[in-house]
């Protein structure tokens, strides 16, 4: 797949190309994770996680599901160690997101510490939208245009987590449920639709077979081993059959 030109690197200044990734909160993805974080407030809310804490974890884990288990964790009681590692394990995916974008961002001039600060808000949302957009940048406006997105929808995803704390107690458990539940539906079909290996979709529909077997099997290791598995049998498969899996994803 042949990457688009990139633009002229004169073309407008860093507040403008910071106000153009701002306007790409004005998005569906960004209105789903907004709309999954309603869910979590009233989730964090239910199990008695207080609101600076609740807001706490949104600035600094920023990752939804790295959330859920942590918020799983203290309620059911386990050992700090257990809830570091699962929380630890659960956002490992995100690593090659971080590898692949940061080398899409980055120019000969970006400092270290601004690609070390802007990891820290690459998640599924982001990288998708960045994925999708980013070469509309010229390159030495890319950091900038991705800290216009995903600092704001962070800090938006912050202020809603403390205004439904504070205000939604009227919503019913199963609206916020419903809620919640819209991010793992948008997650996978984002990175269906994002795909540009046929490998990455066996990995998927792989882990997607397996993952409910391994309930049965392990309940606490489920998605761990689905992951894994599932991951092994598209490598096998692509190393036996490599003609299959070749090409765009599209």
Same mark, same amino acid.
């Given at each position: 797949?042949?990457?688009?030109?990139?633009? *002229?690197?004169?073309? %407008?200044?860093? +507040?403008?190309?910071? &106000?153009?990734?701002?306007?790409? !909160?004005?998005? #569906? @993805? =960004?209105?789903?994770?907004?709309?999954?974080?309603?869910?979590?407030?009233?989730? *964090?809310?239910?199990? %008695?996680?207080? +609101?600076?804490?609740? &807001?706490?974890?949104?600035?600094? !884990?920023?990752? #939804? @599901? =790295?959330?859920?288990?942590?918020?799983?964790?203290?309620?059911?009681?386990?050992?700090?160690?257990?809830?570091?590692?699962?929380?630890?394990?659960?956002?490992?995916?995100?690593?090659?997101?971080?590898?692949?974008?940061?080398?899409?961002?980055?120019?000969?001039?970006?400092?270290?510490?601004?690609?070390?600060?802007?990891?820290?808000?690459?998640?599924?949302?982001?990288?998708?939208?960045?994925?999708?957009?980013?070469?509309?940048?010229?390159?030495?406006?890319?950091?900038?245009?991705?800290?216009?997105?995903?600092?704001?929808?962070?800090?938006?995803?912050?202020?809603?987590?403390?205004?439904?704390?504070?205000?939604?107690?009227?919503?019913?458990?199963?609206?916020?449920?419903?809620?919640?539940?819209?991010?793992?539906?948008?997650?996978?079909?984002?990175?269906?639709?994002?795909?540009?290996?046929?490998?990455?979709?066996?990995?998927?529909?792989?882990?997607?077979?397996?993952?409910?077997?391994?309930?049965?099997?392990?309940?606490?290791?489920?998605?761990?081993?689905?992951?894994?598995?599932?991951?092994?049998?598209?490598?096998?498969?692509?190393?036996?059959?490599?003609?299959?899996?070749?090409?765009?994803?599209?």
């Amino acid at each position: 797949m042949q990457k688009p030109p990139e633009p *002229a690197a004169s073309q %407008g200044t860093h +507040l403008l190309w910071y &106000a153009r990734g701002m306007r790409n !909160i004005i998005s #569906l @993805p =960004a209105f789903i994770l907004m709309s999954a974080f309603v869910g979590f407030a009233g989730f *964090a809310r239910e199990s %008695g996680i207080e +609101l600076a804490h609740a &807001a706490f974890m949104t600035a600094t !884990i920023w990752a #939804l @599901p =790295a959330q859920v288990v942590l918020i799983a964790g203290i309620t059911g009681g386990t050992t700090l160690a257990a809830v570091f590692v699962s929380v630890a394990l659960s956002s490992v995916r995100l690593m090659p997101m971080v590898t692949t974008l940061i080398a899409e961002i980055r120019s000969e001039k970006t400092r270290t510490i601004t690609l070390l600060f802007l990891s820290h808000f690459i998640a599924v949302t982001s990288w998708v939208m960045a994925s999708e957009r980013i070469h509309r940048a010229p390159r030495q406006f890319r950091t900038t245009y991705f800290a216009g997105f995903a600092v704001t929808l962070t800090s938006l995803n912050i202020a809603i987590v403390v205004l439904v704390y504070v205000f939604a107690t009227g919503i019913p458990v199963t609206v916020l449920g419903a809620l919640f539940f819209l991010t793992p539906i948008y997650f996978l079909t984002s990175l269906w639709a994002t795909a540009r290996h046929r490998l990455v979709k066996i990995a998927m529909i792989a882990g997607l077979v397996l993952g409910p077997l391994f309930h049965l099997v392990a309940p606490e290791f489920d998605l761990l081993l689905a992951g894994l598995f599932g991951g092994v049998a598209a490598f096998l498969y692509d190393r036996k059959f490599p003609g299959d899996t070749q090409g765009s994803a599209t």
